[in-house]
């Protein structure tokens, strides 16, 4: 069972910062990919970021420059560090990353999502 675990999300007003995480547990064989995605309300699910296992990056140009997307593979856990937060970027972020997990029927790839995160910008 693979469990993903997001913190960092708040309150924190125009012109801000926040850093949010997201760490990996359970009958993990590999990570690959991570990445950052967001849903404002009554919107679709947005991509923002990802990051490969050798580091290379990619970014949404919503958030490109503002945004950095980081990974500890010991920890198993990717960050994304916002900066210059601006209220159209309130949402709830989401991390999902690409693991292979030891499962009864041997290592499976797949996606897998954390809960989710609550990040409110004011202006």
């Known amino acids: 069972q693979v469990q993903l675990v997001e913190s960092g999300g708040g309150l924190v007003q125009a012109g801000g910062s926040l850093r949010l995480s997201c760490a990996a547990s359970g009958m993990l064989f590999s990570i690959d990919d991570m990445g950052w995605y967001r849903q404002a309300p009554g919107k679709q699910r947005e991509w923002l970021a990802d990051?490969?296992?050798?580091?290379?990056?990619n970014y949404a140009g919503s958030v490109k420059g503002r945004f950095t997307i980081s990974r500890d593979n010991a920890k198993n856990t990717a960050y994304l560090q916002m900066n210059s937060l601006i209220p159209e970027d309130t949402a709830v972020y989401y991390c999902?990353?690409?693991?292979?997990?030891?499962?009864?029927?041997?290592?499976?790839?797949?996606?897998?999502w954390g809960q989710g995160t609550q990040v409110t910008v004011s202006s």
């Open positions: 999902k990353f690409n693991i292979r997990a030891m499962t009864t029927k041997g290592i499976i790839g797949g996606d897998y």
């Open positions: 990051i490969s296992t050798g580091g290379g990056t």
